[in-house]
């Protein structure tokens, strides 16, 4: 029997607005079990996660790249994903959706399929979904994306080994993907149509199916992705051609009123639209009220008007709790560890220990760590499921999103915010002591 074996099989998480969970890390699990290592990417301090799994006599090699909202390359985590789909020759790039939001998903489905056309489309969650009253049809969705749907439930094999099955058949050659691409502004697919011929000529020849994303970074100017494309690709961006190109497509979008500070905006504005199309066609919301109370809520929240007053209301709520509410546990356990060191020194006394050691153990080993134990325990013991709540109720994807254009002015994105508000649970247990 001939072994098949895929050497570079990714799995590609998708994080979500609406919620954070998308049951990716159940799925890699489920499928690799114990056959799992970690480290980090070479020169990164993100950590990976390999797997591997046998199904029908086949290997298959996983790789769980870190979790993007996009590949627009705003951060260390979307760089990663970005750059392991475009120059890491994956057999099949899957990309799991939660089924309970998929119109948000779909964001990173329409910009990987621009990439990559060896895509396999995971429906998770399916049995939340169920619980909500909202149907997918999945054929229809697979039909108006041009890849294969999987819909699974992580907690159910039959679901998982379909999706093996899948990916064998896209990584073979066995089902061949033809991904609709997002159609974007008239005049936008003209400049693309003008700078592709010159593109495709420059890029490797496996590689001319880049010719078209890369002709949008190319007027996006975004210099990170270009520079890892010409390094990757061993080809130079700086050929007399393709400037002149550029340079006539720059004229021609300046001239429809299009240009660095709204480029992007009409990109994913169309993927937007292209979204909300698909949804329209393949889900069904049994409960309307249902859909139609979280659009309310998602327009309330992430308003321009009150998102970003809720979010210190929230924030204020919850760091209020945290350092009023600690004070009482680290009253009572520094009283304790206080009683127990009166008592130990009692003891070291009757045993006639020296000084020094006495010195070490009670006064400097005991009293630091009961001293941390105190003040530190009872608010993070307080902050962080209060924290955790907020993550669950799908609050803390809101807080990146509402913060995300004023990071991205200090050279960051959004996502910066929550790993900000935790450092503030750390804080708040000195301010208790203070």
């Not at 994903?81 to 020759?89: E, V």
């Not at 939340?128 to 697979?142: M, R, V």
């Not at 496996?206 to 494309?229: F, M, N, P, V």
């Amino acid at each position: 029997m001939i072994c098949f074996s895929c050497k570079n099989l990714v799995i590609t998480p998708l994080p979500l607005l609406g919620n954070p969970n998308v049951g990716k890390s159940t799925i890699f699990n489920a499928l690799t079990g114990m056959h799992q290592h970690t480290g980090n990417w070479p020169g990164k301090t993100v950590s990976n996660a390999c797997g591997t799994c046998i199904h029908n006599g086949k290997n298959l090699l996983f790789v769980d790249i870190p979790g993007t909202y996009s590949l627009m390359s705003n951060s260390q985590e979307e760089e990663i994903a970005r750059d392991y789909i475009c120059f890491g020759n994956p057999d099949t790039t899957v990309i799991i959706l939660d089924a309970t939001c998929i119109e948000k998903n779909l964001n990173l489905v329409f910009q990987t399929l621009e990439i990559t056309n060896k895509v396999v489309v995971c429906v998770n969650l399916l049995d939340e979904a169920k619980k909500k009253h909202i149907q997918i049809d999945l054929e229809k969705l697979s039909k108006l994306l041009g890849v294969p749907v999987v819909g699974t439930t992580a907690r159910k094999k039959k679901t998982l080994n379909k999706l093996l099955s899948t990916i064998i058949k896209v990584a073979s050659g066995e089902i061949v993907c033809k991904p609709n691409l997002v159609k974007y502004h008239p005049i936008i697919e003209d400049c693309l149509l003008m700078l592709e011929p010159n593109l495709q000529k420059l890029l490797p020849n496996e590689q001319t199916h880049l010719s078209r994303w890369t002709a949008l970074k190319l007027i996006d100017g975004e210099k990170t992705i270009l520079s890892s494309i010409e390094k990757n690709f061993c080809i130079s961006f700086l050929d007399e051609n393709l400037q002149e190109k550029l340079e006539e497509v720059t004229e021609l979008l300046h001239a429809n009123d299009i240009d660095d500070t709204n480029f992007r905006d009409k990109i994913v504005s169309s993927i937007v639209f292209r979204a909300e199309d698909i949804c329209n066609d393949v889900v069904i919301y049994e409960s309307i009220a249902h859909s139609n109370r979280d659009r309310k809520i998602d327009k309330i929240l992430t308003s321009k008007k009150f998102g970003i007053p809720i979010m210190i209301l929230f924030l204020g709520i919850i760091f209020w709790i945290t350092i009023t509410g600690a004070n009482y546990p680290s009253t009572v356990l520094s009283n304790f560890f206080g009683y127990l060191q009166e008592k130990l020194l009692i003891l070291f006394d009757n045993l006639n220990a020296p000084s020094w050691l006495t010195g070490i153990l009670i006064n400097g080993m005991f009293q630091t760590v009961s001293w941390v134990i105190s003040v530190m325990l009872p608010p993070m013991a307080i902050f962080f499921p209060l924290f955790t709540i907020l993550e669950d109720l799908g609050y803390l994807p809101r807080i990146a999103f509402n913060l995300d254009n004023y990071f991205k002015k200090a050279c960051t994105t959004g996502k910066q915010a929550l790993t900000m508000c935790m450092g503030f649970g750390c804080n708040a247990a000195r301010c208790c002591r203070l």
